[in-house]
């Protein structure tokens, strides 16, 4: 039996700039931070010849080339692995199309779990750029690399993403303290909407690749309010980085109309009129979590209770992809 797992993630600058579309021509830089909600993979060896794989739904085929689900389908495919004779099953603490990264989660704790049947050593970096292959290269979706890339590593990290597709990864320097305040602060809430992100994304990705001026110069803004932001947390200025959180979901809103609807606005106002200092939509937009920074937590914590959403507690996650049992 082999159970692994990768952890969600929440965007804390930068988000939207990840595309090829904007970073091939642009560079690209975010911070990303991993949290204590997982994906996770169980494998294990059966006495059929079939393989099983069990997600939404079950799939029992002759071999891997058989399955339904594209991303099982291709790790198995790249790996050169047939399935046969095993059960793989997934499943997560928090629903696919939140906003939290679900999808990068999910592929690279697959690839870990069938790495560690064939007894691999793969690094994060290795793990992150064979789950971008799948995601962006073979399926062609059009979403960005932060997710597959922080799932991989864990931690707050700072990711440069440069031409030609090499991405730089560095832990943030934060102090400790500003590490618990901000892990104190931060607070989720669930919208209720969920959507695929690719499907969010892919209005910007095609303005972005036909030269929409609008576009290209909200993303330059957003990468230098990310900047802005990692020099907010490295020097303990966590007023500074709530403020930025709010100029990065009124720039979101402004570069896709997608990106919000009536609901969402209005539980935004009321988070903040009740304690919260900045805030956003995690991820692509259209549903998922608002994320608030708030020191007044006890007030924000009945404002949203009283209109109807429910707070996720969360820790950060400083282990990655991993696997968790091996037996």
Same mark, same amino acid.
């Given at each position: 039996?082999?159970? /692994?797992?990768?952890?969600?993630?929440?965007?804390?600058?930068?988000?939207?700039?990840?595309?090829?579309s904007y970073y091939e021509r642009n560079g690209r830089?975010?911070?990303s931070a991993a949290i204590d909600k997982y994906v996770y993979i169980t494998v294990h060896e059966t006495f059929v010849d079939d393989l099983i794989v069990k997600y939404s739904r079950l799939e029992r085929v002759p071999s891997a080339e058989h399955l339904e689900h594209p991303i099982f389908r291709e790790a198995f495919r790249l790996l050169n692995m047939d399935g046969r004779s095993l059960e793989i099953a997934s499943m997560a603490d928090i629903p696919?199309?939140?906003?939290?990264? #679900?999808?990068?989660s999910f592929t690279t704790a697959l690839l870990k779990a069938l790495h560690a049947t064939k007894k691999d050593i793969v690094h994060p970096r290795e793990l992150a750029e064979e789950a971008c292959h799948i995601e962006i290269d073979? +399926? $062609?979706?059009?979403?960005? $690399?932060q997710d597959q890339y922080i799932a991989a590593f864990g931690g707050v990290n700072s990711f440069e993403f440069r031409p030609g597709g090499a991405v730089e990864?560095?832990?943030?320097?934060?102090? $400790?303290? /500003? *590490?618990?305040?901000?892990?104190?602060? +931060? +607070?989720?809430? *669930?919208?209720?909407? #969920?959507? #695929?992100? #690719?499907?969010?994304l892919q209005d910007q990705n095609q303005r972005t690749l036909h030269g929409d001026k609008d576009v290209e110069r909200n993303l330059h803004e957003l990468k230098e309010i990310a900047r802005k932001t990692s020099g907010a947390l490295t020097t303990g200025d966590?007023?500074?980085?709530?403020?930025? +959180?709010?100029?990065?979901?009124?720039? $979101?809103?402004?570069?896709?109309?997608?990106?919000?609807?009536?609901?969402?606005?209005?539980?935004?106002a009321i988070g903040m009129s009740n304690g919260a200092l900045g805030g956003k939509l995690v991820g692509a937009g259209g549903g998922g979590f608002l994320m608030f920074y708030a020191e007044d937590k006890p007030r924000l914590r009945r404002a949203m209770l009283e209109a109807g959403l429910r707070e996720v507690r969360f820790r950060f996650d400083f282990e990655g992809t991993k696997v968790v049992t091996q037996s």
């Open positions: 039996m082999i159970i /692994t797992r990768s952890p969600l993630r929440v965007t804390l600058g930068g988000g939207g700039t990840d595309l090829p830089f975010l911070i696919a199309g939140t906003g939290l990264g #679900s999808s990068g073979l +399926l $062609k979706e059009e979403i960005g $690399k990864a560095e832990a943030l320097p934060i102090a $400790k303290e /500003t *590490f618990y305040t901000l892990e104190d602060n +931060l +607070l989720l809430f *669930f919208t209720g909407y #969920s959507r #695929s992100a #690719s499907q969010v966590l007023h500074c980085f709530a403020d930025m +959180l709010s100029v990065q979901w009124e720039q $979101k809103r402004r570069r896709t109309g997608t990106a919000s609807n009536q609901d969402i606005d209005g539980w935004y």
